[in-house]
DNA sequence: GCAAAAGTGTTACCGGTACACCCATGT
DNA sequence: ACATGGGTGTACCGGTAACACTTTTGC
């Protein structure tokens, strides 16, 4: 038989769940960011986060807030990890587990993001932020580069057809660097996970540039490596 | 000035640590695992756990988890993810983050652990787990290579000196296969972490083999990567 | 024709892999 | 002397990086 609540004496918190939401935009990654509204911190800049519900696990949670938030279901989402320290929260005893979400920027819904005055920042120019925020996105873009790095992304920043410059432009917003045109459109034809279309882009350049897809149930396992560290 | 008490409306849970513990012994990683003491799964295996308290954080529950259970502080310890399903304990609703960490197998507290009925199993021959264990340990493994994989780790598992031949079979249990032994020499040589020692081990061969130790104050950023996927 | 972006080709180099081979020593 | 594990040398191969070069088309 189930022990009889045989955990009743221990503690209980507040558990919450923060987003790091990105997105893809004038060849930059972009971060969502809010306003905190009361003292302390008032003004500074937040993740979006809520808190989690009885029968809700933190991953539903977090669902919940990015539809709340922008508006949009069926994301890219995955857990970045758990914020514990006693005094993170000014506020009250509230343990957080970071998530972080790819999002096409284009398709989610502004004016839910203007009702609270969400603002998106350019990876390379995040405000100071509330709490241990900021590590959390740390955490976030570190895990978004090694996934970058070990699988061809993009399909969840990108419109459904981009170009092959498009997408170098993605890898070069997420790791803060050049990556040659040449070389990544040849590592990036080997892999064979995209296809092309037969139309082009037409307003970029003069010649006009191929416009590519990704292909349907890719096998992660059997990629290369994009990226050399 | 602090909003009072914003948080209230809001359901608090019970937080629990799991604490994956590998240890490295006859050439073979294991893993320390504890028999449960009450139904459900009476008698099925389980990782060693405890509740996070009121002023603590759950990297602290951790560490104190660990003194209650090999006696051992200051070993490398690293989160692993954060488990919350409604229903996954059916004991009641209980948040869980797992944790891994790395001790040597010999130096650890054996009657402590036999108090409590622990037994270490070999990586390969892990037994059914309660709840969501096994994932807990299939994520800590999946954590433990590529830490592995970019920078050379030894020094939390092996004893202070140790041949190279024990660090390649180390490598071999963690990977579960067979690095050469004259690659993995060079490999190891062109990092530049180990000092090789004047005196040998004689017992295994006739030869007898350096003993080697890890550099004080290594930067792990320098580091090539040590495995190719 | 020329500029500008798209796309291809060439070459040098580096690191991983496989595997043959030498070394030191206890029996 | 030979077996055994320790340790070194070598040759091939594929991927990466740098960069020169060609293509297409609007102006």
Redesign the interface.
Known sequence: ???P???KE??????AVDCVIFGYENEELKLLLYPRR???YFHDWSLMGG?????????MAARRVLKLTVGLENIYLE?V??F???ERD??????S?AYYSLIRINEHDKDLVAEHGGKWFSISKVPTLVFDHAEMVENALKKLQHKATYELIGKDLLPDVFTLTQLNNLYNAIFQRSFDAGNFRKKIGSLKVLDRLATKQTNTSKRGAFYFRFKENIDHNQYD?IVK?
């Open positions: 038989m189930p022990e609540n045989i955990y221990h503690s209980k918190f507040f558990i009361f003292e302390p808190f989690v519900q009885e029968g809700e696990s933190m991953y857990q990890g758990g514990s320290e006693p000014p506020g009250g005893r509230v343990i587990m490596r560290f």
